[in-house]
């Protein structure tokens, strides 16, 4: 028997009528399962390909948060120290530090949804130039204070000071103060899948030690990025004092195995007037002073150990005349501290 088009056309539109009306019923089932379960959302945000650090709100930024539709609602400020927005009207306190403006945005949603008929919340960073600036200090030509605005490493930031200091001793430090930086980290578990990003914190304090040998032989872990708030220090050697009958007497200073023969050399070699191969080695030990006898020639002979010295040992090589131009004594206040908020501050864009 033969279906006369007329009814063709009625089951066809009758199944897709069932199919539209199926369709909206599973959309309305997911909005209940948003409602019902806000913090399945909220947890869960959509993965990224990437999430730069401009996109995470940072200590410093001033943020606007806007329900749209009103003004009672609205509001504008900062994070507190320990990442919250608070002062939001009729609502708790929300974590914001590393947070997202949109995942922001849906959790301050979901909380006036409480008394509130779908509310509509839009977030965002209105300014990001409060961030914590990051510190380079020590034995660098121009120390300075950097505000950055895109990725840098430790290399590019020592050669926009002017490079190392003759003084350096090879060392530097690197403090990462906690609540000031969003870590990124790329996660995947198939290399031939898209890398997504994890937003940690970082919630300890680091430090951060590398030698400079490693930083220029290409080391990898030798230069790490910069990021917002960190203090690095290149150290600087400490003196050794060498007075006497030498030629050229004053500071030198320390680096590993400096012996007193080594350092008289360093200081020009004995004098042609001076009439004694005798040296005191004056040596700080707590409130006391310790002082070692030693002979130049004996140790040249090998018949004296050729002792290794200290930071702020005094060598004195003794002369003709008893009396010194000076006392042998250092001034060990010489290192003054540096005011940080007084260094140039110089943006990184």
């Not at 070692?292 to 090589?317: A, M, Q, R, W």
Request: net charge positive; hydrophobic share 35%; aromatic share 6%.
């Amino acid at each position: 028997m033969l279906v006369s088009s007329t009814k063709i056309r009625f089951i066809y539109i009758f199944c897709l009528t069932l199919l539209l009306h199926s369709v909206s019923v599973y959309a309305q089932i997911e909005n209940l399962n948003f409602e019902s379960n806000p913090e399945k959302n909220i947890n869960t945000e959509e993965k990224p390909k990437y999430i730069g650090s401009d996109d995470l709100i940072h200590s410093g930024d001033l943020i606007d948060v806007d329900i749209l539709g009103s003004t009672e609602y609205d509001w504008r400020g900062k994070v507190t120290p320990e990442g919250f927005i608070t002062g939001l009207n009729f609502i708790d306190n929300v974590f914001a530090l590393c947070r997202t403006e949109k995942l922001i945005a849906k959790e301050i949603a979901n909380k006036y949804s409480k008394f509130l008929r779908k509310p509509r919340v839009a977030v965002k960073i209105l300014d990001r130039s409060n961030r914590p600036v990051s510190t380079l200090l020590g034995e660098v030509k121009v120390p300075q204070r950097f505000q950055l605005k895109r990725k840098i490493f430790l290399n590019e930031i020592i050669i926009l000071s002017g490079g190392l200091t003759e003084k350096a001793n090879g060392e530097i430090r690197i403090l990462r103060t906690p609540n000031i930086n969003c870590r990124i980290q790329k996660t995947t578990n198939d290399k031939n899948k898209e890398s997504f990003v994890k937003v940690s914190q970082d919630n300890n304090l680091k430090v951060i030690n590398i030698k400079v040998s490693d930083l220029l032989s290409g080391k990898k872990a030798a230069n790490p990025e910069i990021i917002y708030g960190d203090l690095i220090t290149v150290f600087g050697s400490e003196p050794v004092y060498v007075i006497g009958g030498v030629n050229n007497p004053g500071k030198i200073l320390f680096r590993d195995n400096l012996s007193v023969s080594r350092a008289i050399t360093t200081a020009g070699g004995l004098t042609k007037k001076s009439g004694s191969n005798e040296i005191r080695v004056f040596r700080k030990n707590g409130l006391e002073t310790q002082i070692i006898e030693l002979n130049l020639e004996s140790i040249k002979n090998n018949e004296e150990k050729d002792i290794l010295l200290k930071p702020y040992d005094i060598v004195d090589v003794a002369g003709k005349e008893s009396d010194r131009m000076f006392s042998p004594l250092a001034n060990l206040d010489e290192i003054t501290k540096e005011n940080n908020s007084t260094l140039p501050l110089r943006v990184i864009d």
